[in-house]
């Protein structure tokens, strides 16, 4: 299991989220609606539908009837076109805002997963670390048996110890290759990667790059505009749309004759249209509402995000410096105190115990540090 671990290709943080914004599909998907929505543009010059038709008049009774030919009728929407054409913009404005928004989000989760996969690692190496140490106390355990300074049940413990690691190395294993299936899902339905052996920076960036609208805002505000459009738009269907006809027409059997008209056509459901308007105004004020709870809600993630940055920088600096020192200290300690028979495998095993829960604390703090340094940077990149 351990050489498959080691044969997947690895791949920088850099290079993950490189790789996830050319690849992943849904991120596709949107900058295809963008491109539509930008093609969908030129539709705002239909000034509308040209009609052709035939017909005739007083045809019976020995009449000279009146035929047209052909008539040519075209329709003219001339007064709704440029709202059409601003609202038509500004979807194009929305698409690509949704677009870096999810393109934002996409650097969160391969982020998220990418600094799992390391955590996963580094649990996975403490275990096998652990195993060894605990090959180490088995030898000296059945040196003790063989010399009668240990009881057949201590040096049975030492090997029951040792099989219960070995089978948490295992489960590690397992862990790590899962780990590599959920950073690869973002990357590549075919190839399984696994971040690289150089771990994680866990400084925020503060480049001045990264700070300013965050583009869930940009979003919302593209949104308030949108249906600010929409509401203009709905105005100018609502004015009078015109019209130009001409024909070419036959008197009995002489040909020559022409005819020709200019109209006008008004909406008369006037009820439908300001309730139209109506819904439009709701929609600018709920988009109003979603943007201030947008702003809001990001201000606050803010705060508590710096918070919490603060608190596991602490930690993590506390693990490094003073604990995690410290536990390797009494880890020597105990094996040795064991070997010398100072202490008994109870006490050894308490003690190892002790260190592997002050290295997995460690592991577990530093995956939050690098969990709110992503998050921080999320919410700060525009």
């Known amino acids: ?26 991120l596709k998907a949107s900058r295809l609606h963008t491109q539509s929505t930008l093609a969908m543009q ?29 008539a040519a009728r075209q329709n003219l929407d001339i007064f709704s076109v440029k709202a059409r054409w601003q609202r038509l913009q500004q979807e194009t404005r929305v698409a690509h805002a949704t677009t870096r928004v999810l393109e934002q989000q996409l650097q969160l989760q391969v982020s998220s997963a990418y600094a799992a996969d390391q955590m996963a690692r580094l649990r996975l190496e403490l275990y096998r670390k652990q195993a060894e140490l605990y090959t180490r106390f088995v030898e000296a355990a059945r040196l003790r048996y063989d010399t009668r300074a240990a009881s057949l049940l201590e040096y049975q413990s030492a090997q029951s110890e040792h099989r219960r690691v070995e089978l948490n190395v295992i489960e590690a294993e397992k862990d790590v290759e899962k780990a590599h299936i959920d950073l690869s899902r973002w990357l590549s339905p075919d190839t ?13 960036a503060t480049s001045a790059a990264m700070l300013g609208a965050h583009p869930a805002i940009v979003l919302a505000n593209e949104k308030v505009k949108l249906a600010s459009d929409i509401s203009k738009e709905m105005r100018a269907n609502a004015l009078p749309k015109l019209y130009v006809e001409l024909g070419s ?75 995690l020192p410290l536990a390797n200290e009494q880890r020597r300690n105990a094996l040795l105190s064991y070997r010398e028979g100072q202490i008994g495998y109870l006490d050894f095993i308490q003690a190892l115990k002790t260190t592997m829960d002050v290295e997995f604390s460690y592991i577990d703090a530093y995956q939050k540090l690098l969990e709110t340094k992503f998050n921080i940077e999320y919410y700060r990149n525009k």
């Open 192 to 204: 399984l990667y696994q971040s690289d052996t150089v771990i994680v920076d866990e400084q925020v």
């Open 1 to 26: 299991m351990a050489a498959s671990l080691q044969a997947q290709p690895s791949i920088s943080l850099q290079e993950a989220i490189a790789m996830a914004m050319n690849r992943y599909p849904a």
């Open 42 to 70: 030129r539709t705002a010059r239909d000034f509308g539908n040209l009609e052709l038709s035939m017909g005739g008049e007083e045809i019976g009774r020995g009449n000279d009837a009146v035929t047209t030919l052909l």
């Open 249 to 323: 027409q036959m008197i009995g059997s002489r040909l020559g004759y022409w005819s020709w008209s200019v109209g006008v056509s008004v909406p008369v459901d006037m009820g439908a249209n300001k309730a139209r308007r109506q819904s439009a105004l709701v929609e600018i004020e709920k988009a109003h509402t979603e943007l201030n709870d947008q702003q809001w809600s990001i201000d606050v993630h803010n705060r508590q995000l710096n918070c919490d940055y603060s608190k596991w920088q602490r930690t993590v600096e506390y693990y490094r410096k003073s604990a």
